[in-house]
């Protein structure tokens, strides 16, 4: 199970997503995969934020990088507490993370912070090129090996043509250079999680994760149906259910 940008119980008031209450609460649950997202601020620090401005999180305007990082601590005080990538695998040492680069400013900056954390650091970005290009900063700065990673949109929407053509070569080709399908289980009406792309996942060595997925009789069928990972905001209701899947 993946926590989806931590845990915020229900009923909290304090804290916010992506906040260092909401991973630490998420560890505390049990969680040992959390997932979240990864923006720069003005001042060229990686921080974990999903929009790419203030407004939803602290009804301020501004740019995530348009904020210094002694700007962006001082508003999140109150909420939880800001938490940036160098302090999110540091003070996490027993937590895997998957990290969305959000920001193609970020991109560079995330590949830097995670390459000595290579082993427990999986890097998707809804754009190839923003994650590929995260990986090779990774690489550059001397990552022992390669981070795990998720193909993005572009990837995924060919693998679903070239799967439902069943063109098992492109098929192939396509699943060659990633570790996981992070995907929704259908969009709108089109369904995207299906027996056949968790077949053709597996029969690669790929792992299938469907987001985000917050209800309980919907984990306990997508578990059923072969999927390896739900991303979900519900990690202590998710959690127990896994351990009873299984046993």
């Not at 193909?151 to 098929?171: D, E």
């Amino acid at each position: 199970m993946l926590a989806h940008r931590g845990l915020v119980p229900e009923g909290s008031t304090d804290l916010v997503e992506n906040s260092f209450a909401a991973v630490a609460a998420a560890h505390a649950a049990g969680a040992t995969y959390v997932e979240s997202d990864c923006h720069v601020t003005l001042d060229g620090e990686v921080v974990l934020f999903h929009d790419d401005d203030l407004q939803r999180i602290a009804g301020d305007p501004r740019a995530i990088a348009a904020v210094t990082l002694a700007e962006l601590s001082e508003l999140m005080a109150g909420l939880g507490g800001l938490l940036t990538l160098d302090q999110a695998l540091e003070s996490f040492p027993t937590v895997r993370f998957n990290l969305d680069v959000k920001a193609p400013a970020a991109a560079e900056a995330v590949g830097r912070a995670v390459a000595p954390y290579a082993d427990r650091v999986l890097l998707t970005s809804f754009s190839d090129e923003r994650r590929r290009a995260a990986l090779a900063a990774a690489a550059d700065a001397g990552a022992p090996i390669r981070p795990a990673t998720s193909a993005g949109t572009q990837t995924i929407t060919r693998l679903l043509l070239a799967s439902g053509f069943r063109v098992r070569r492109a098929v192939s080709r396509l699943l060659s250079d990633v570790d996981a399908l992070q995907v929704p289980e259908r969009r709108g009406r089109v369904p995207i999680v299906t027996p056949r792309l968790i077949e053709n996942a597996h029969r690669h060595g790929v792992e299938v994760h469907v987001w985000t997925v917050n209800d309980p009789s919907d984990m306990e069928r997508l578990l059923l149906a072969g999927v390896d990972g739900l991303v979900t905001d519900r990690a202590d209701v998710a959690l127990p259910l896994a351990a009873r899947h299984a046993s």
